[in-house]
Nanobody
Framework: QVQPVESGGGSVQAGGSLKLSCADR?????????MAWYRQAPGKERELVSR???????TYADSVKGRFTILQDSVKKTLFLQMNSLKTEDTAVYYC??????????????WGQGTQVTVSS
């Protein structure tokens, strides 16, 4: 079974930093899919935080531009999200997603189980 697994969540004070990681067991998805970070805060819908396509094009939500950076290891394609200058409104469960995959995962998407990020004032 192919599934992304997130790590690196935790609790931090406002203004602090955290770095999230995501990889599947065989490091396959990062090479064959567009990788993305989503988040869902309590009572809110899941939203896209950042995405990196297979050609390394990066996109960010306006709310995190200049503070978050999406990174991908060049060899194993492990996905990272470096989060700086964290705000209380960044508190959410963060999900790693593999989407827009090519063969042999064409048309499929895969989601991690999420990692909690809590930012306190």
């Amino acid at each position: 079974q192919v599934q992304p697994v997130e790590s690196g969540g935790g609790s931090v004070q406002a203004g602090g930093s955290l770095k999230l990681s995501c990889a599947d067991r065989n490091y396959i998805l990062g090479s064959l899919c567009t990788m993305a970070w989503y988040r869902q805060a309590p009572g809110k819908e899941r939203e896209l935080v950042s995405r990196i396509s297979r050609d390394a094009t990066r996109t960010y939500a306006d709310s995190v531009k200049g503070r978050f950076t999406i990174l991908q290891d060049s060899v194993k394609k492990t996905l990272f999200l470096q989060m700086n200058s964290l705000k209380t409104e960044d508190t959410a469960v963060y999900y790693c997603a593999a989407e827009g995959c090519v063969f042999p995962f064409t048309g499929r998407s895969y989601w991690g189980q999420g990692t909690q990020v809590t930012v306190s004032s």
